[in-house]
């Protein structure tokens, strides 16, 4: 796949991810307005918008979280049918999450929390398991800590825990919802480096973030959302040194 500029490149190959129409309603508040937009396989997706834009309930959307009132989502060129859970549990080990909150068992060791999902829903032998798991913690530099628990950890460290322990399905898609906005200054580098590393080896990632620098260097595609509308959507480039409308340029200035 090539690098640069996904939005021309590999043109009639099938999207990875393909969302038409999707709309999401708390009661009779309408948060996700006809939502329509494509993923291509290696595309780094940045979504960006202000607080309450609905950021964070289309992420969910897109890992079946949350029921929706109308739309279609494809995924790898098959609709999943609207609101099945059953469908959804088969895709979450195909597309990864990883919230603001450390969202790791507290009861388990780093090695059982990364275990987990390998061995108990994907079946998958341990020995592999294990062999992959000592790669990824040496990826990330924690492997002395596979069996500490959560508590043990700094909250930089459990967030690439995090992190390895949804790359431990192999996840196709990759989704990141604010990764870092619980950290502290001085932990946020060494999450979105893992990040960066993540978008150079073509992982297909959608990212919402605050994080404007990273942003600017991660994102193939900016998606502009406000309202639950998708406002703007333009390669990263295009995005950062000339949004089109008048909002984006003004949030673009309230970031910096
Ligand atoms: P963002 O992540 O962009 O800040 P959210 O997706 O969290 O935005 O929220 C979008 C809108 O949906 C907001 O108006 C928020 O108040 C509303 N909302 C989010 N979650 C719920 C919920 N569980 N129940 C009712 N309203 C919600
Ligand atoms: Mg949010």
Redesign the pocket.
Known sequence: MAEADNETTAKGEEPLLSVRHLRKSYGDHEVLKDVSFDVRRGQVLVLLGP?GSG??TLIRCLNGLETIQGGEIRFKGEVVPNNSEKAWRRLRTEIGMVFQSYDLFPNLTVAKNIELGPTKVQKRPKAEVDEQMDRLLADVQLSEYKNAYPRELSGGQKQRIAIVRALAMNPELMLF??VTASLDPEMVREVLELMLRLAKRHMTMIV?THEMEFARRVADTVMFLENGVILERQSGSDFFTNPETDRARNFLDSMS
């Open positions: 607080s950021k964070s919802d604010e919402v």
